[in-house]
């Protein structure tokens, strides 16, 4: 080989701080979704063990892994150490509603650690959401920044958000439209912000950690006080479409009430089944996914349940259009709409296998979200983590510069 055609010691270099930069990524990628004994570290990422050792050293230095000694009752032979996403490191998640703000912080080991839920009496601004949403971030930075850090801050909107740069294009119930809330929420904290469609990252939620955990083609459909929006994985990536809008299973026609001067939201599902028909027909007002649940399951009223199988009648035939024409492995139902499920699952499932093609629905699963009303706040937070586990150690940097 001659001179001009051997590597350089810095490309040399270059390439092997990429390459390391790399690995700490795929090793807190997989902290992150769940603790994982050394030795199936190496065995996951095909490295060998004096990396992975330096890896997670290095990331316990970076303050975000550390290890601990593993359940002995479970080992065979020599024991290896479990290795655990560091939850002082920590994201702030917030979900604006029509009737609430909810704000919550995320460990970095996928856990919420707190969650405060702010009601308003209308749909806030967005003024308002990021004036309340500042105050509750400050409220809240001291106790967390103190004890690790704070990464950014992740943004659950239920509406259009354009995926490229986080605008608010269309937040029909909140009347958001063309809203830099990213920009206007990163100026009043401080903090990095990301937003982005809630369902959207609801479900990817579900599908690290909850019922779509190890799916590769799920769909997610979550109902909220903002109406029905849904996220679709796909092959085991989020299915955003060009600009970010797909997913909108909310507006899709289950209905046929067209006519010639009909709205964009006549015989809609989110017109058809609704969280404000619910509440009215159960006597409540302002109340949370478990007090929601909870009433459904103890009423006995006749009214309430003609109210439910109408709505679930409405749902199977969104969800007979979805298997047509995704052919997902499983149907992740989130918000008031695995309430309404809980009551009547047999039905639902029954309405949705009559309507499918047989051979499209014959392996599909319709099952609750198991994370909950932790869902959005989860999701949201994933929006923050991104950028710490693409890149551990440059972002750290970039967190300690702007401090």
């Not at 601990?68 to 065979?76: A, E, F, Y």
């Not at 904290?189 to 937003?195: E, K, S």
């Not at 909310?250 to 709205?263: I, K, L, Y």
């Not at 006597?283 to 478990?290: M, P, W, Y």
């Given at each position: 080989m001659n001179q001009s055609s051997a590597p350089s010691p810095s490309g040399t270099a270059g390439r092997g701080d990429r390459t390391r930069r790399h690995n700490l990524s795929r090793v807190l990628t997989l902290l992150h979704r769940g603790a994982q004994l050394r030795s199936q570290l190496t065995s996951q990422t095909g490295l060998n063990r004096s990396t992975i050792a330096a890896l997670v050293a290095e990331l316990a230095e970076l303050g975000?892994?550390?290890?601990?000694?593993?359940?002995?009752?479970?080992?065979?032979g020599r024991p290896s150490p479990m290795v655990n996403a560091d939850a002082r490191t920590v994201a702030i998640a917030i979900n604006p509603e029509v009737d609430a703000i909810t704000v919550g912080v995320v460990g970095l080991d996928g856990t919420l650690l707190k969650r405060v839920r702010y009601e308003t009496e209308s749909p806030p601004t967005v003024a308002e959401f990021v004036k309340i949403s500042s105050v509750i971030i400050e409220s809240l930075k001291g106790e967390y920044e103190t004890a690790g850090r704070v990464v950014g801050v992740g943004v659950a909107v239920p509406g259009l958000v354009r995926v490229?740069?986080?605008?608010?294009?269309?937040?029909?119930?909140?009347?958001w439209r063309d809203e830099p809330v990213s920009q206007l929420l990163a100026a009043a904290?401080?903090?990095?912000?990301?937003?982005a469609n809630d369902a959207s990252v609801g479900a990817f939620a579900e599908?690290?950690?909850?019922?779509?955990?190890?799916?590769?083609?799920?769909?997610?459909?979550?109902?909220?006080?903002?109406?029905?929006?849904g996220?679709?994985?796909s092959d085991g990536r989020p299915l955003v479409g060009r600009a970010g809008y797909a997913g909108e299973?909310?507006?899709?026609?289950?209905?046929?009430?067209?006519?010639?001067?009909?709205?964009r939201e006549e015989g809609s599902l989110e017109t058809e089944v609704n969280r404000a028909a619910l509440l009215q027909t159960l006597?409540?007002?302002?109340?949370?996914?478990?007090?929601?649940?909870?009433?459904?399951?103890?009423?006995?009223?006749?009214?309430?349940?003609?109210?439910v199988r109408r709505q679930l009648l409405s749902l199977s035939t969104s969800l007979r259009n979805a298997v047509n024409v995704l052919n997902p492995e499983v149907i992740v139902l989130g918000g008031f709409l695995s309430s309404i499920f809980a009551a009547d699952p047999e039905f639902l499932i029954e309405r949705v296998a009559a309507q499918s093609l047989e051979p499209s629905f014959e392996a599909v699963q319709i099952v609750p979200a198991q994370l909950g009303s932790d869902l959005l706040m989860i999701g949201a937070g994933e929006l923050a983590f991104a950028p710490l586990l693409d890149d551990p150690s440059a972002y750290c940097a970039e967190l300690a510069g702007s401090r």
């Open positions: 975000l892994a550390y290890e601990s000694d593993p359940d002995p009752t479970r080992q065979v490229e740069d986080g605008l608010v294009r269309w937040a029909p119930h909140l009347e904290t401080g903090y990095p912000v990301w937003t599908h690290i950690y909850g019922a779509g955990r190890g799916i590769s083609d799920l769909i997610y459909l979550n109902g909220g006080a903002s109406g029905i929006g996220g679709i994985i299973f909310g507006h899709v026609r289950v209905v046929d009430s067209a006519s010639e001067n009909g709205t006597g409540l007002t302002n109340v949370d996914a478990e007090t929601l649940d909870a009433a459904l399951q103890e009423s006995t009223d006749p009214a309430v349940s003609a109210l």
